[in-house]
T-cell receptor, first 114, second 114 residues
Framework: NAGVMQNPRHLVRRRGQEARLRCSPM?????VYWYRQLPEEGLKFMVYLQKENIIDESGMPKERFSAEFPKEGPSILRIQQVVRGDSAAYFC????????????FGPGTRLTVT | AQSVSQHNHHVILSEAASLELGCNYSYGGTVNLFWYVQYPGQHLQLLLK??????LVKGIKGFEAEFIKSKFSFNLRKPSVQWSDTAEYFC????????????FGQGTTLQVKP
């Protein structure tokens, strides 16, 4: 019974490059949440997606960040032209939608921008 | 804006000591409340949750939490900590009708000395 999978676990990018973070939800889950944890801070909500739909992107930065959850395949969080301030741990959580407030978290992707 | 505050950023205890971690939230409506734990090198795991009913909830590993609506609090307790409880603890709130996104506190690092 696989849990939420994220890859890569660690990602190093130089300033200006693109970062793509992947999240495969738990089997049977079609709702995905992305959170970001900056150093010395708690997790901050970024975006909530269902298959092929963005439901709530109120926590997404206005520029350079985008997310998708296609009909097939994992959810992708994409950061274009990364800057040092994007260095953080990015966590994905999934739920089955019946009780969407109960979320199961993946191990996270630690992004380092050099 | 909704927010969650954890009063203790870093707590150091000896084994067998009692633990209480404070959590307060700011939201006037109905909420679902959670405590998550992140052991070193691992992903977030759900310790316990409150949706409705008995305000004293019991979770895994001997943890419990009490929801006091009048104080907007959801403090985490454990009568006797163990070295293996060394971890980071996060309080989180979901405001009902708010797409299921979680608002996290900044976390409390617990260090238990053997």
């Amino acid at each position: 019974n696989a849990g939420v999978m994220q890859n890569p676990r660690h990602l190093v990018r130089r300033r200006g490059q693109e970062a793509r973070l992947r999240c495969s939800p738990m089997k049977g889950h079609s709702h995905v949440y992305w959170y970001r944890q900056l150093p010395e801070e708690g997790l901050k909500f970024m975006v909530y997606l269902q298959k092929e739909n963005i439901i709530d992107e109120s926590g997404m930065p206005k520029e350079r960040f985008s997310a998708e959850f296609p009909k097939e395949g994992p959810s992708i969080l994409r950061i274009q032209q990364v800057v040092r301030g994007d260095s953080a741990a990015y966590f994905c959580a999934s739920s089955d939608g019946t009780a969407s407030y109960e979320q199961y978290f993946g191990p996270g992707t630690r992004l380092t921008v050099t | 804006a909704q927010s969650v505050s954890q009063h203790n950023h870093h707590v150091i205890l000896s084994e067998a000591a009692s633990l209480e971690l404070g959590c307060n939230y700011s939201y006037g409506g109905t909420v679902n409340l959670f405590w998550y734990v992140q052991y070193p090198g691992q992903h977030l795991q759900l310790l316990l949750k409150y949706f409705s009913g008995d305000p004293l909830v019991k979770g895994i590993k001997g943890f419990e939490a009490e929801f006091i609506k009048s104080k907007f609090s959801f403090n985490l307790r454990k009568p006797s900590v163990q070295w293996s409880d060394t971890a980071e603890y996060f309080c989180a709130v979901n405001a009902m009708g708010n797409t299921g996104k979680l608002i996290f506190g900044q976390g409390t690092t617990l260090q238990v000395k053997p």
